[in-house]
């Protein structure tokens, strides 16, 4: 998004806000976990992530999705650090 403009990063940053909402993460810090992982791992990193995917789907709270999403994150991006 860097290369954006101010409107269209807003208008992203909305959806993800949206986007992280629908997985009832709605917390200042649940919220920017979600957005740092789309940050990280692409926009759809829920599609395309499984173990992602299984996180935010699971009825647990929204400070606990956050947790595990960044960790997923680090385990992420150390695989391809090793890789």
């Given at each position: 998004?860097?290369?954006?403009?101010?409107?269209?990063?807003?208008?992203?940053?909305?959806?993800?806000k949206e986007q992280a909402r629908?997985?009832?993460?709605v917390s200042e810090q649940a919220v920017a976990a979600?957005?740092?992982?789309a940050a990280v791992l692409g926009l759809d990193f829920v599609d395309?992530?499984?173990?992602?995917?299984q996180i935010l789907?699971?009825?647990?709270?929204q400070q606990r999705k956050a947790e595990l999403l960044q960790g997923l994150t680090v385990k992420l991006l150390d695989t391809l650090r090793k890789g």
């Open positions: 998004l860097a290369g954006e403009s101010p409107e269209a990063m807003v208008a992203q940053c909305k959806l993800l629908g997985f009832d993460m979600f957005a740092m992982t395309r992530f499984p173990a992602a995917r789907f699971r009825p647990i709270a």
